[in-house]
């Protein structure tokens, strides 16, 4: 006989696809989790996974085990919702989670308009969670995110990408900043000449950001240099950085639009921007689609009208 935990662990390695990401899911060690594995294995008699170059694959036994594993877990979670009160079922969560690599405010830009026009309509409670990508993408593969949105095309078999934008990137300065400055900007000023005269620093995403790397290719690719004053990780602190006057910054023009409309932020650059910066909604390729799914990749695709 086996070990009802053993099953579960051997269910969400083969859901999520791969040890590495099951375990930091399950919250314990890879070397634990394989062990586990082994021992429901020994005790089935039966080899579950195979390798196939560096990917774990299920056997065909595995692929038998994981089909009742499913249908067993399934039913479990059909009786916990069965027992929830009236009140619990009425407050369905419908789960985004969004890329570290994300300005998070401007996603208020795409819901907003959402929970208004939904308002009667739906019983469900939206809610916004913030992680890595791969944390993001192993909560979309066991079900615990309905979407996914991100800054980096995700190539697997089990998510399919709904919808995706080119936001243009500009240079961004505070408005009041140009002014205390008295510095005057038109369509026809060339970035190099805008920082060899601004005599503030380049405010700037830190290293692990993508939006980062390509900053640096493009200001390479100009041949300018100019000084760091500020770099931070969070998207958001960057921006709030730029409207301060800490320095000016490359952002995507979506990520700034209420401070543009505000004219809190001055725009330097071509309409198409200096490059682009792309932003993916991704989903489970299993999932069922309802409309307020449909709502928020309508509302996500508007955004693609300033590429």
Known sequence: MFNFNHLYYFYVTAKIGGVSNAAKYLRISQPSLSSQLKILESNIEVKLFEKKGRVLQLTSDGEKTFAYAKRMFDVANEL??????????????????????????????????????????????????????????????????????????????????????????????????????????????????FLAAFPGGLVIPSYKMKLRHETDLFIENIKTRKKISFESDIMSVVGRAIVDGAGCGFLPLPYVLEEIKMGLITVIGPKAGYWKHSLYMIAHKEDDYDALTEDIVKRFKQLDKWS
Do not use: C
Request: hydrophobic content about 40%; aromatic content about 2%.
């Open 80 to 193: 916990a919702e069965s027992l929830k009160s009236p009140g619990e079922k009425m407050t369905e969560r419908f789960h985004i989670g969004i890329s570290e690599q994300v300005e998070r405010p401007f996603i208020a830009d795409i819901l907003s308009p959402v929970i208004r026009d939904n308002r009667g309509k739906t019983n469900k409670i939206i809610s916004i969670t913030s992680a890595p990508d791969e944390d993001i993408l192993q909560l979309l593969r066991t079900k615990e995110a309905d979407l996914m949105l991100t800054n980096k095309p995700i190539y697997a078999e089990d998510v399919v990408e709904l919808a995706s934008i080119a936001a243009p990137v500009n240079l961004m300065v505070s408005t009041q900043l140009l002014k205390t400055l008295k510095m005057r900007v038109s369509k026809n000023t060339s970035i190099q000449d």
